[in-house]
């Protein structure tokens, strides 16, 4: 009985094939996904660009069942285009469409703020308070890059927080795009490369939610939001379409 016990806890630990269990495939899913959010997020993967399946497998370092996976993920977030028999398209930034989300997202983290605030638990209050006192430390050192990956944390928190599992489908989209059009405007429009302002809105979420001050933290969702509006007013006019649709023509052959 005991060999056949220990016999059956080594099928159980892998497939019978030898491939990795499931939980394992799903961490490798998971973190295809993760890594080609921040392609995109950082630019990498610049908007308009036009790839294969294989490109972005060695761009990656993933294997082609978990790219394949994370690339229908961005696909329904429309994030990513899959052009049957011709590849795959990194969606062009649309600044109106962008701009017109916006307001739904205002909503939606109202609603999840709300329940964040109210439902944070203990463990939930001490890392909010953790990011917090990081964010203050390093207000005036903090790379773009580095806020990026905390403004990921944050997010994450929040929805654990507010634990509907439902709204991460939901809200995890958005936060991509905007998380890229924060990139673009803080790296290539003049004279916004200063964090403070961003920062220092996420401050005021963060000590809110710690807080459990419900009222104040949707007070300070609406204040991020309506800052993030701001960004669309100068990039209208003011960045270089190219850099969201690589795919226009460049001026006199710049």
Same mark, same amino acid.
């Given at each position: 009985?005991?060999?056949?016990?220990?016999?059956?806890?080594?099928?159980?630990?892998?497939?019978?094939?030898?491939?990795?269990?499931?939980?394992?495939?799903?961490?490798?899913?998971?973190?295809?996904?993760?890594?080609?959010?921040?392609?995109?997020?950082?630019?990498?993967?610049?908007?308009?660009?036009?790839?294969?399946?294989?490109?972005?497998?060695?761009?990656?370092?993933?294997?082609?069942?978990?790219?394949?996976?994370?690339?229908?993920?961005?696909?329904?977030?429309?994030?990513?285009?899959? !052009?049957?028999?011709?590849?795959?398209?990194?969606?062009?930034?649309?600044?109106?469409?962008?701009?017109?989300?916006?307001?739904?997202?205002?909503?939606?983290?109202?609603?999840?703020?709300?329940?964040?605030?109210?439902?944070?638990?203990? =463990?939930?209050?001490?890392?909010?308070?953790?990011?917090? !006192?990081?964010?203050?430390?390093?207000?005036?050192?903090?790379?773009?890059?580095?806020?990026?990956?905390?403004?990921?944390?944050?997010?994450?928190?929040?929805?654990?927080?507010?634990?509907?599992?439902?709204?991460?489908?939901?809200?995890?989209?958005?936060?991509?795009?905007?998380?890229?059009?924060?990139?673009?405007?803080?790296?290539?429009?003049?004279?916004?490369?200063?964090?403070?302002?961003?920062?220092?809105?996420?401050?005021?979420?963060?000590?809110?939610?710690?807080?459990?001050?419900?009222?104040?933290?949707?007070?300070? =969702?609406?204040a991020l939001i309506d800052y993030m509006g701001q960004m669309f007013t100068g990039m209208e006019t003011g960045i270089d379409p190219r850099l969201l649709d690589c795919s226009i023509e460049p001026l006199l052959g710049a």
């Amino acid at each position: 009985m005991a060999r056949r016990k220990r016999a059956l806890e080594v099928v159980g630990s892998e497939d019978v094939e030898g491939k990795p269990s499931r939980r394992n495939r799903l961490n490798f899913f998971e973190l295809a996904y993760q890594r080609i959010e921040e392609l995109l997020v950082h630019c990498e993967l610049k908007p308009g660009q036009f790839m294969t399946m294989l490109e972005l497998q060695q761009i990656t370092g993933f294997g082609r069942t978990p790219v394949h996976h994370a690339v229908n993920r961005l696909s329904a977030d429309t994030l990513i285009i899959i !052009r049957p028999r011709h590849g795959l398209h990194i969606a062009p930034i649309d600044l109106a469409r962008e701009r017109m989300l916006l307001d739904l997202r205002r909503d939606m983290e109202r609603f999840v703020i709300r329940l964040a605030a109210d439902r944070a638990s203990l =463990s939930h209050r001490n890392q909010a308070l953790h990011i917090e !006192r990081l964010l203050r430390e390093r207000r005036a050192t903090l790379t773009l890059d580095e806020f990026n990956s905390i403004d990921r944390r944050i997010d994450a928190l929040v929805l654990e927080a507010a634990g509907e599992p439902f709204l991460v489908h939901t809200l995890r989209p958005l936060h991509t795009l905007y998380r890229r059009i924060g990139y673009i405007h803080h790296r290539f429009m003049p004279g916004q490369a200063d964090l403070s302002g961003t920062i220092d809105h996420h401050l005021g979420i963060l000590n809110a939610v710690a807080n459990r001050r419900v009222e104040d933290a949707v007070k300070a =969702s609406d204040a991020l939001i309506d800052y993030m509006g701001q960004m669309f007013t100068g990039m209208e006019t003011g960045i270089d379409p190219r850099l969201l649709d690589c795919s226009i023509e460049p001026l006199l052959g710049a």
